[in-house]
């Protein structure tokens, strides 16, 4: 079951320019960053309250956060939800019919496993699934 929403993930071109950005808008510094090598990207995170914001850099030209910023600048990458059980998620999402873009979890930032349905199953928008690495 979807629990909430985890994070939101940002692509931005610049991570520099975007953390000025984000640290004046949210009137707070982010609380980690992590280069996730898997997916050749550089992750910064804030925290507001509750919600989690990810940006995204991608740390060379064949990442698909460089893909993403290519084709549709950047913006909104993907929505993320928490799960308690990933593969009972995958399961019960694929009998529903929905596309992953990996049915396998892999690691991915913040201490998380993850895995993606494909946005052509969700109306456009890229989701994430994550499950807390314990």
Known sequence: MLENIEHIGIAVKNAEESMKLFNALLNTKPYKEEAVISENVRTIFYKTGETKIELLESSNNDSAIAKFIEKKGEGIHHIAFAVKDIYAEIERLKAEGFVFVNETPKKG???????????????????ELCQEII
Do not use: E, R
């Open 109 to 127: 930032a913040d201490n998380k496993l993850i895995v993606f349905l494909h946005p052509k199953s969700s109306n456009g928008v890229l989701i």
